[in-house]
């Protein structure tokens, strides 16, 4: 559950640029496989309920991108 969360979470947040808008352009933060490993770290230590909500949260924003983009090819 925690590397699936982190992985969405870092998906979600470099692939509509917030790392731009939030003017943190550096190397955790524009770098998918580097944010999802800390993201994961960070998520080992809270409870699950945390890990539950940031999973549902930025798990459904990447499967609507997903299904955004596959609705656009039709």
Known sequence: MIILA???F????V???LNK???VDTKPF???PCLS?????????MPEWIVN???AMFGSGVLGMI???LMIKL
Do not use: D, E, H
């Open 21 to 23: 808008t939030f003017y």
């Open 53 to 55: 909500f940031v999973l």
């Open 37 to 45: 490993a800390w993201t994961a770290f960070v998520l080992f230590f």
């Open 6 to 8: 982190s992985a969405c």
């Open 10 to 13: 870092a998906i979600f947040f």
């Open 30 to 32: 524009n770098c998918i």
């Open 67 to 69: 299904g955004y983009r």
């Open 15 to 17: 692939l509509n640029g």
